[in-house]
């Protein structure tokens, strides 16, 4: 028994560097805005207590906050499905032997790389601005292009098609799903004369739904997170008409911009919830979806 | 509470300087013996060039302070600030304006500056004028960089092919709405470029029209601007709009509330005029080839005056600065010294003291020439500069914006979205 703690105290000196970081650059800043979200804080001066006050105002009054709610719920709603189906689809060509595949892999990957970076979002800009490349193109088919930007009922679009193209860590993991499918299967299917719809339905679903399953919930999350493209779009405010007010854009918008970093944290908070709720969700679904090789049913 | 507990930060600070002064005791050289100041700004690439070499030469003359500069452009300025503030560490100079500076003193960033003056700080040369806007409560907390009104800027070349002349077709210090959509117009058919930058969303020619219809933005802290004002300033815009004489309300749109010279029509060649403050006069034309010409706003028939003439930007000393006296003798010479104003020309507004004013007319530029014609100008008719603004006043600017765009865009009727403009901006004003 001394040994074990031995042996364990040993493991912990060892963790401290990253337990320190994570007490005082994680979980003090976290606790401290679970404070601040029951105060008004202008971040000038101290922050005064002012109970659920934040709260109520966010559910009773703040029409923005509805806004921001709905514009991120929709973002969810979109870009997770078919950033998830088309990361699946390029897995499964890539899957195949083709040459090279290596380089093919690497390139798909790329977009995912420069992910949250600033400068995808600015060459987002250019390229769907009224005089933009993609308007060009259009201009070549005699099409003349909306202001995708500019246009309300474009622009939170433009938002979704950036997130589906950055589908390479998905695609990555569904590759290495596919790769475990027993080849056997398919064979047997195919002696069967079962179609490749039938193939894909039957055999590739169903096995690799532990695989779809966990990357439903990153990319769900990493949606929800979802912050640089909105802002650097937007010009950080949520332009035009609120319509890429994202949660985070509004929660910046109101921390930095006007200076209300209580009420910000308390928007950070509900946003851990919103989070937490629908993870808990997919985690009670999985029961009647996932099911793992491991288990008896 | 604060969690940036000052006594914490003074003891590990102390703990450094005790290692220093053995250090020092030693023998060894002292690494940081200059008293050090960190100015900051908000700018544009020819206001950071000419800063950063006005503080190449007080460095030069002050051997033993050393300016640091540092700039952002306007959007993320207060951004930086906000963290700078959250963490106890302001630049000791920083640059408002007038309207959010308000806000910094009534919550105590920004620090009284009496107990300098006459000592490191020299304020005896500075317009009365300039020194009374930075005074609140009988205290001067801001010193003046150079006064400054609005100002509509127009590319002389496509004016010119368009048969506009000043004198005969044009007055531009007695234009009206009706002169822009007319003006506008002649220039798309003459030069197929947008006659003019549509302001439906910008609120600085809102807040002019506001004047010029003989109502008041904010009276004992209330939001005063009645509901025909708004609507009928949108009409009068729709108006220049669907005289085909501004670029397409979408392009506005994209554009709301986007502050940066270098994204106005002017600048960018979708337009020939755009609507700035006339200090960036001189920002503008470094970015652009085709000379500047400068009137002023737009007006009703009735001519009321609707633009003031202010503070252009202040510079002002932060509670978080160490060294106030080397910071209040950095603030002297950057609106005293005429070697260092030289450099700074007008790029901040006429500046408001005599003696440099004096010495900057002989060598100004084209543009500044411009931009002191235009103050000659406008003399007689501005407004009164108005009491300033209370806090959320910044978040009602920004509200405007926002919900403009939906005047150029469609959805609602502009009478509905000004009810809920004016809606929002009570409770803008009663919940800061």
Request: glycine share 8%.
């Amino acid at each position: 028994m001394t040994k074990f703690i031995r042996k364990n105290l040993a493991g912990y000196a060892f963790l401290t560097p990253w337990l320190i970081g994570f007490l005082l650059l994680a979980i003090g800043p976290i606790l401290a805005s679970l404070y601040l979200s029951f105060t008004k804080y202008n971040v000038i001066n101290p922050p005064r207590w002012i109970g659920l006050d934040n709260y109520t105002y966010m559910f009773g009054r703040d029409a923005r906050f509805r806004k921001a709610l709905q514009v991120t719920f929709t973002f969810v709603a979109f870009a997770v499905p078919a950033k998830l189906i088309f990361a699946l689809g390029v897995a499964m060509v890539l899957d195949k032997g083709i040459r090279a595949i290596g380089l093919y892999r690497a390139l798909f990957y790329l977009p995912s790389i420069l992910g949250g970076s600033i400068a995808v979002a600015i060459l987002w800009r250019q390229l769907f601005n009224a005089d933009g490349v993609i308007n060009s193109l259009l201009e070549l088919v005699g099409i003349n292009g909306p202001y995708w930007l500019a246009d309300p009922n474009y622009s939170l679009w433009t938002l979704v098609v950036l997130a589906v193209w950055q589908f390479g860590s998905p695609m990555l993991i569904f590759l290495a799903g596919l790769r475990a499918i027993p080849q056997e299967l398919y064979e047997a299917a195919e002696i069967d004369a079962a179609s490749k719809v039938k193939q894909f339905f039957a055999i590739t679903v169903p096995l690799l739904a532990p695989v779809i399953f966990f990357n439903l919930v990153l990319q769900m999350i990493e949606a929800f997170k979802s912050f640089s493209g909105a802002f650097i779009i937007s010009g950080g405010s949520g332009a035009p008409l609120d319509s890429l007010l994202f949660y985070t854009v509004y929660l910046f918008n109101e921390a930095f911009s006007f200076l209300r970093m209580g009420y910000a944290s308390a928007l950070a908070w509900v946003l851990l919830l919103i989070i937490a709720l629908f993870t808990a969700i997919a985690f009670w679904s999985s029961k009647y979806w996932v099911h793992y090789e491991s288990e008896r049913g | 509470m604060s969690f940036y507990n000052r006594r914490k930060f003074l003891t590990t600070t102390a703990g450094a300087a005790g290692a220093l002064a053995v250090a020092n005791a030693l023998g060894m050289p002292a690494f940081a013996q200059d008293r050090r100041i960190r100015h900051f700004w908000w700018g544009n690439p020819e206001r950071d060039k000419r800063t950063l070499a006005v503080i190449d030469i007080f460095n030069g003359k002050n051997p033993g302070i050393v300016v640091e500069g540092e700039t952002l452009g306007f959007a993320d300025y207060f951004t930086k600030l906000t963290t700078q503030i959250a963490g106890g560490n302001m630049p000791d100079v920083i640059q408002m304006g007038y309207g959010v500076m308000f806000e910094y003193i009534n919550n105590g960033a920004i620090v009284p500056l009496d107990d300098y003056v006459g000592k490191s700080l020299d304020v005896s040369k500075i317009d009365q004028s300039a020194l009374d806007a930075g005074t609140v409560g009988g205290k001067l907390y801001a010193v003046s960089i150079g006064a400054n009104s609005h100002v509509t800027m127009y590319n002389k070349r496509l004016y010119e092919a368009a048969g506009i002349k000043v004198g005969e077709n044009f007055d531009p210090f007695g234009w009206t709405y009706d002169d822009l959509a007319r003006i506008g117009k002649a220039i798309k058919d003459a030069t197929g470029v947008a006659g003019t930058d549509d302001n439906t969303a910008d609120y600085q020619n809102f807040s002019d029209f506001v004047g010029q219809k003989g109502a008041v933005m904010y009276t004992d802290g209330e939001y005063t601007v009645p509901q025909e004002v708004v609507e009928e300033y949108w009409a009068t815009w729709k108006g220049i709009r669907d005289a085909g004489a501004t670029v397409a309300a979408e392009e506005t749109a994209a554009l709301a509330g986007v502050a940066e010279l270098a994204q106005t029509g002017l600048v960018t060649g979708k337009s020939a005029t755009s609507f700035a403050w006339s200090n960036q006069l001189v920002g503008t034309q470094a970015l652009m080839q085709d000379p500047i010409g400068a009137a002023m706003y737009p007006n009703t028939p009735a001519m009321l005056p609707g633009s003031i003439v202010q503070p252009s930007q202040f510079v002002c000393l932060t509670r978080d600065s160490k060294d106030a006296e080397a910071a209040t003798t950095y603030m002297t010479a950057f609106v005293n010294d005429l070697d260092m104003t030289k450099v700074l020309g007008l790029e901040r507004g006429i500046p408001s003291n005599p003696d440099v004013r004096a010495a900057l007319e002989p060598q100004l530029t084209d543009i500044e020439k411009v931009s002191v014609a235009f103050f000659d100008g406008i003399q007689g008719k501005t407004a009164v500069l108005p009491p300033p603004p209370p806090s959320g006043a910044n978040e009602v600017e920004q509200t405007f914006e926002r919900l403009a765009v939906e005047v150029l865009i469609g959805g609602r009727s502009p009478s509905e979205v000004a009810a809920d403009f004016l809606q929002q901006a009570k409770d803008i004003i009663g919940r800061a």
